[in-house]
Each structure stands twice: as C-alpha cells, then as structure tokens.
C-alpha cells in the first residue's frame, strides 16, 4: 500500500514537472546551454590568415620578456619556432628579431615552397 502511494506521488510530480517545462525543451539541459547563440562558421581564407597572423603575434609578445618588440636569442628559447629558425629569421644579424623579421621570414619561407 506504501509502495502504491509512492508510486503515486512519483507518477503526479513527474507529470506536474513536464507540464511546467515548455514544450520542445529538454528539461534536463540547463537553461543557459539551451539559448547558446549558434557558434560562427570557421574562419577562411584571409580571415583564417589574419586570426593566424593574431595569434602568432600574441605568442611573440608573451616571449618578449623585456617588451621591447623582439626577441633575443634567450627570448627566442620560449618560442620554438623562432628559436629552431633564429639565424634565417634575424637577415640583418641584428641578434634579435623583431614580428615583423618572423612574417618576413614566414612569406619568405611559403614563397620558397612554391
């Protein structure tokens, strides 16, 4: 008989919870996952360029320890990248490089591949 009443109740509150949840919406998705705005179609073209050329650039400042805009050879170590390509990068033998020695160097190094 306990069982029944349970069962009962059980049954009422689950049909009183869906009648309050409006209709076509999973109640179990949080409510600030069901409105997320449409995520933005991938990037193309110059538009994945630039976002690329963007974080290159941030990772470039975040080694450039002292913020002069270049990097020196102990610099470089923190970015790979330019570390592994520091004399081709550095054409004017400057011991450092500056973003716009590496973008020279990158359109540079793609016109070589072609």
């Known amino acids: 008989m ?13 049909a009183a919870a869906a009648a309050q949840a409006p209709i076509g919406v999973d109640g179990t998705v949080p409510p600030a996952l069901r409105t997320r705005p449409a995520e933005a179609p991938a990037a193309t073209g110059a538009a994945l360029s630039a976002q690329a050329l963007a974080k290159l650039e941030k990772q470039f ?9 270049s990097l020196s050879v102990d610099e470089a170590k923190n970015f790979g990248f330019v570390a592994r ?27 070589d591949r072609r």
């Open 2 to 14: 306990k069982t029944m009443y349970l069962f009962l109740i059980l049954v009422g509150t689950a």
């Open 61 to 69: 400042r975040a080694a450039d320890v002292d913020g002069n805009g």
């Open 85 to 111: 390509h520091f004399d081709e990068i550095d054409t004017g033998r400057r011991g450092a490089v500056s973003f716009d020695d590496l973008r020279n160097y990158l359109v540079r190094a793609k016109g």
